[in-house]
Every structure is written in C-alpha cells, then in structure tokens.
C-alpha cells in the first residue's frame, strides 16, 4: 500500500480561539480524559446483517469519517513543537492472530464512499489475520489514529495510562461486545482524548454524531 501524502498544516496562534486551553492543558495540566457511552446500534446492526458487509469495518468507517469532520480531532504539531492540523486522519485497527493470541495494528487509507472502504478495510483483516509482527504493512503514515476492539465483552468503563504520551493528540478509541437490553442492541464505545486539544463538548458531540450515524445506517447500502 502506498502512503499518501499529506500535510500538517500550522495553526494561527494569534486567532485560535483555543490558544489559551491548550496551552493550559499541555503545559501547565497536562491531562487527558477517557469517556465510556453506550450507542443504541440497532439499525445499524440490522442493515449490516442485510448487507453482508462486515461490522468492525463498519464501525471503523464511521469513527474516521467523525474524525475527520471535526479539526479537533486532527491536531498535531509540528517539527518544531507548535500546534497543527492534519489534513486527513486514516484510521488503524487492530486484527487478531487467534493462534498466537497477539493482534497486530494495520491501517486503511480513509475514503468518504464507506463500500470502498469496506473492500480495502475487509482485504486488510483477511490478509493479516495471521500476522506475526506488530505492524506488518510495510509503510504507516504519520495521520493516523487508533481504534481497537474487545468483542469478547462488554464494558461500562475502559481508560489507557500512556506513560509520557502529553503530546500524543490523536483520539482512541475501544470498541467492546454487543448487548441486548430491551429490545435493542447496545455497543460500548470509549473515547480516550487529550485535553488540550478536545473538551467535554466536542466528545459528546461526536458521540452524538456516531449515534445519528447508527441510526440512520443508509450509507451502508
């Protein structure tokens, strides 16, 4: 796979109304926060059992096509330290070795049209799932951002401790098992995020945006 060219663009300082936030929480409170929700994913469920196309992929297509929608979710920064934002976030996932009982972590370029991702995503899954090293594709991008999946089980909290990591500002995200709770299907979703860069309301309207995504799932056909 090719790696795709992109760039980090430098955020004006003098205008970022988030100048101030930013520098509070990577310098002086360096902090990062996890938030753990329930997304009522029935449509969305049912529409993927129609089409045949696969369910981890799907909820991959819609965490990056969120991503990168909102700019704070691609921040970066440059050589030299100061703030930027990525054109484009490409996600990677995680695919599980079940012989050795490792995973490795491989990546899709992001595509809008959600049935060419599909392709690229679901060939990815297939050829690596006996990979034996960490990252087998031969060439990972800068832009990209991790999701991971426990399909073994549920889950009402999920945090990562990334030692030294103030500066990784990316968004993760883990995805855990289905329930059923009255009637309809339920994913947890945790969402690990950097202060300085993302609050409380620009999570919660991502989340929001997911649920509008898994309830009206007609960009799955």
């Not at 009522?40 to 965490?63: F, H, I």
């Not at 889950?155 to 990784?168: E, R």
């Not at 968004?171 to 860069?197: K, M, N, S």
């Amino acid at each position: 796979m090719l790696r795709l060219v992109t760039t980090a663009r430098p955020i004006d300082l003098a205008t970022w109304p988030r100048r101030e936030h930013f520098e509070h929480y990577r310098d002086r409170v360096p902090c990062t926060y996890a938030v753990t929700v329930d997304v009522d994913v029935t449509e969305m469920a049912a529409a993927l059992r129609a089409s045949g196309r696969k369910t981890y992929v799907a909820q991959v297509w819609a965490l990056a096509s969120l991503v990168n929608r909102h700019a704070e979710f691609r921040t970066t920064l440059t050589a030299d330290g100061a703030p930027a934002t990525w054109d484009e976030l490409h996600p990677m996932f995680t695919v599980l070795n079940p012989e050795r009982e490792t995973f490795a972590a491989v990546w899709a370029p992001f595509d809008a049209d959600f049935g060419r991702f599909h392709d690229v995503a679901a060939d990815l899954l297939a050829t690596h799932r006996s990979a034996t090293t960490f990252f087998p594709q031969d060439d990972v991008p800068a832009n990209t951002f991790d999701v991971s999946s426990l399909p073994w089980t549920s889950f009402t909290g999920f945090t990562l401790q990334v030692a030294g990591g103030w500066d990784h500002f990316a968004p993760i995200f883990t995805l855990g098992r289905y329930t059923e709770r009255d009637g309809r299907t339920v994913l947890p979703l945790a969402v690990q995020v950097h202060h300085a860069v993302a609050d409380g309301f620009h999570t919660a309207r991502l989340v929001n945006e997911l649920q509008e995504l898994a309830s009206d799932p007609s960009w799955i056909s």
